[in-house]
């Protein structure tokens, strides 16, 4: 599977951005998928997880209620909508696709395959 992640961009503080992540393959709806950020200098952390029919999300307690998860089988597709950005959201965000979760779906370990990553700044 190859993942190609976009939207990322410069985006004041209180706005919005959607990124998306499209996977090559027939098999996308058979895997789990998460994004992932990482600042400079920081570890690269979960932001946001998805199953895979939809059914099921999981969000990091910094981005509840802000950003949404979702995903479009047919379209192989993965979206993470971001609203009322902060400048702490400022980061490199990552897809990542699980084929099967043997461990915490919060750990990059878990995850076989990655997207290039996308560029989010959010200037105050």
């Known amino acids: 599977v190859q993942l190609q992640a976009s939207g990322g961009g410069l985006v004041q503080a209180g706005g919005s951005l959607r990124l998306s992540c499209t996977a090559s393959?027939?098999?996308?709806?058979?895997?789990?998928m998460g994004w992932f950020r990482q600042a400079p200098g920081k570890e690269r952390d979960i932001v946001a997880y998805?199953?895979?029919?939809?059914?099921?999300?999981y969000y990091a307690d910094s981005v509840k209620g802000r950003f949404t998860i979702s995903r479009d089988n047919a379209k192989n597709t993965v979206y993470l909508q971001m609203n009322s950005l902060k400048p702490e959201d400022t980061a490199v965000y990552y897809c990542?696709?699980?084929?099967?979760?043997?461990?915490?779906?919060?750990?990059?370990?878990?995850?076989?395959?990655w997207g290039q990553g996308t560029l989010v700044t959010v200037s105050s």
């Open positions: 393959g027939r098999t996308f709806s058979s895997y789990g």
């Open positions: 990542a696709a699980d084929r099967f979760t043997y461990g915490s779906i919060r750990s990059p370990n878990e995850y076989d395959y």
């Open positions: 998805i199953n895979r029919s939809g059914s099921s999300t």
